[in-house]
């Protein structure tokens, strides 16, 4: 469990100002969370990401997420999403800087495709050269190198072998 490990860890060390910050940072998270998903149990708030954790059942008991485990997950994304959209955004706009036509190029997509309207999901398959942009971006500046991965089975390979479970950087 993300927040608890993360709160027990940061309990068993020295108790220094910083860890009691991460504690109480950490305790406010889980407040906030909480009190958000008891809100959305009432029925209230609309269909977005939230509400589909919500609504997932397991694949084997049907059973819905506890509290907890929809917790874990939005704290998920919020660490995963957060670095990793403001990083791109951030390069993005570096890019179309440094290259204005593109930029026009982009903006004109943008404009024919949303005009004056809040985007809506349906309006993604269409903004397909913002989609290269962004691809392209992250081509350029990829914010990870490498991935670890362990493999299902034994696997043969040019420099060697790996064993079943065993594992690597690709
Ligand atoms: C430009 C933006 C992003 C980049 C470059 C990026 C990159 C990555 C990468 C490389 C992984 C590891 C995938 C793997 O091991 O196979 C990952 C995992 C993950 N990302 Fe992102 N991410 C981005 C945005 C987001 C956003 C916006 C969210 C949430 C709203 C998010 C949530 C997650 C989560 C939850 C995982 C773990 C998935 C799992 O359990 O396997 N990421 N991301």
Excluded at 50 to 75: F, R, Y
Excluded at 100 to 107: D, E, G, M, N, V
């Amino acid at each position: 469990m993300i927040l608890s490990t993360t709160a027990d860890r940061a309990e068993s060390l020295v108790s220094i100002t910083t860890n009691r910050r991460l504690q109480a940072a950490l305790r406010e998270l889980h407040v906030f969370l909480r009190e958000m998903i008891a809100k959305r149990r009432t029925g209230h708030g609309e269909q977005d990401l939230l509400s589909i954790l919500m609504e997932t059942k397991h694949e084997e008991t049907g059973d819905p997420m506890s509290d907890v485990e929809v917790m874990e997950e939005v704290l998920g994304m919020i660490i995963g999403g957060h670095e990793t959209s403001s990083s791109a955004l951030t390069w993005i706009w570096y890019e179309l800087h440094q290259n204005p036509a593109i930029q026009k190029q982009l903006f004109e997509e943008i404009d024919s495709v949303i005009g004056g309207n809040a985007i809506t999901l349906a309006d993604m398959p269409r903004l397909r050269y913002t989609r290269m942009v962004i691809e392209e971006t992250l081509r350029l500046h990829p914010h990870f190198w490498f991935e670890n991965r362990n493999v299902a089975s034994d696997v043969e390979l040019g420099w060697g072998a790996i064993a079943q479970g065993g594992g690597g950087c690709v």
